[in-house]
């Protein structure tokens, strides 16, 4: 599953319409990053980059112009140097398979640039890209040096940031076929989680199910660092060890999902390590669906993006009061925020070619309105530390998240993470199944 070269070709064009007359657009995909000695990490060409051309390899520059034209700077073809690090596409694939206009050798990105920019009016690049911005200051002043040879050195600049985050905000339907593929690979690994989990199996074993089911399926890098998170770990919202013993009685919460050709999915379940809830986590358990619930009511084209958490705090706040966890005014305790003692973070996030997309919140100060082609997260939750001594001993301990990938349609929210078991009932019955 892959996305075609004239979908890449019309993202550059539609750039350059958003941009000054006279513009030239770089880009860089990044470096290989040395995990110990000589070995690297597998290469993730960086997601701009990679949204607006497709090239998937290590210390290429993309120069964009005119009317969307491509040139690609790349490695050079080098038998000796792709038997041992394998296959390059070189120019001429950069041209054959990525619709480049014109490609050069890394070498000669000084030259390709200063054909690029000499006489430009607007140079636009990622300003937090700190080894591009040295680049273009070196082309700059090297094009001012010549000046008396006629060459013209771009005079203004422009951050490609904001820009290009408001295209990546609006998936295309190539994009999020992908994406539902992502997330529904990611289902079924969680689901395998669910089947396999047994009280006395370590952490680790239980993300080793999910690694493998990512891996089979085609997605072979996770989208984030997995988070399996069993009993008090699961009130560690970014908890990685995952080394710990599962005990009889504690509550599983995995936070994981695949990425599938650069674009991620995110999901989280929170289930009984041995396929039951305890009266306990099942009536927290039962305040965090009622949150999601009313949270996915606000996700609707025309809607304020900040409704959905609105209405997941007002949901939260209220049921820690009918539980006993909080005391007093519903709308003062919200006001106060005294609900962030169990709740900390946001209800959700944009999802794309990062986990935590690009893409503003606010446009003037205000939540943006939600539209067709966005996708985000749901994802309330509640975390009662087993230090707080304020509360019954049996909330102590329990930490729960549930978490979808939503994608805003004008006939309502689609959820790309359908059919894995949320609901108290659904959840033991599936795992009921599986033993």
């Known amino acids: 599953m892959k996305i075609e070269t004239q979908t890449y070709q019309a993202r550059r064009e539609r750039l350059m319409q958003s941009l000054p007359e006279n513009s030239v657009v770089v880009l860089r995909t990044g470096e290989l990053s040395t995990r110990n000695n000589d070995c690297e990490y597998e290469f993730r060409p960086h997601s701009s980059f990679f949204y607006l051309t497709g090239f998937p390899e290590p210390s290429a520059y993309a120069l964009i112009h005119g009317q969307g034209e491509l040139t690609l700077i790349t490695l050079p073809k080098d038998p000796e140097k792709e038997q041992w690090e394998g296959f390059r596409f070189g120019t001429e694939g950069a041209v054959t398979r990525f619709g480049a ?86 289902v079924e690994a969680h689901k395998q989680a669910m089947r396999s989990v047994r009280p006395g199996m370590m952490e680790y074993q239980l993300e080793a199910e999910l690694n493998y089911v990512f891996m089979k399926s085609g997605a072979r890098q996770p989208a984030y660092n997995n988070i399996v998170a069993s009993g008090s770990n699961a009130c560690v919202l970014h908890y990685i060890q995952n080394n710990e013993v599962i005990a009889d009685g504690d509550l599983i919460l995995i936070d994981a999902g695949a990425e599938l050709g650069c674009y991620a999915s995110d999901i989280t379940r ?166």
């Open 101 to 186: 206009q014109k490609a050069a050798v890394l070498d000669e990105l000084d030259s390709e640039a200063f054909s690029a920019l000499d006489g430009t009016t607007h140079l636009v690049y990622l300003f937090n890209d700190a080894m591009l911005r040295e680049k273009v200051a070196g082309w700059r002043d090297a094009l001012a040096a010549r000046a008396r040879m006629g060459a013209v050195a771009p005079t203004r600049f422009m951050d490609l940031a904001p820009i290009v985050s408001e295209m990546r905000l609006r998936k295309d339907p190539e994009e999020i076929a992908i994406m539902e593929t992502a997330a529904q690979i990611s």
């Open 270 to 435: 929170t289930f009984p390590a041995n396929g039951r809830f305890s009266e306990p986590q099942a009536a927290l358990y039962q305040v965090v669906l009622d949150a999601y619930h009313a949270g996915m009511k606000e996700l609707t084209v025309g809607t304020p993006y900040e409704a959905c958490h609105n209405a997941a705090v007002r949901t939260l706040t209220q049921g820690l009061v009918t539980l006993g966890l909080l005391h007093g005014d519903v709308d003062f305790l919200i006001e106060s925020k005294a609900y962030r003692d169990f709740y900390m973070h946001n209800t959700g996030h944009w999802l794309g070619l990062d986990v935590h997309d690009c893409g503003s919140y606010k446009i003037a100060g205000e939540s943006r309105l939600l539209e067709e082609g966005m996708v985000l997260t749901i994802e309330p939750g509640l975390y009662v530390s087993k230090d707080n001594t304020k509360v019954d001993a049996k909330w102590r301990g329990i930490g729960i998240r549930i978490e979808d990938d939503v994608l805003i349609r004008a006939e309502g929210p689609y959820v790309l993470t359908h059919g894995l078991p949320k609901e108290i009932q659904d959840i033991e019955a599936f795992m009921l199944a599986s033993r």
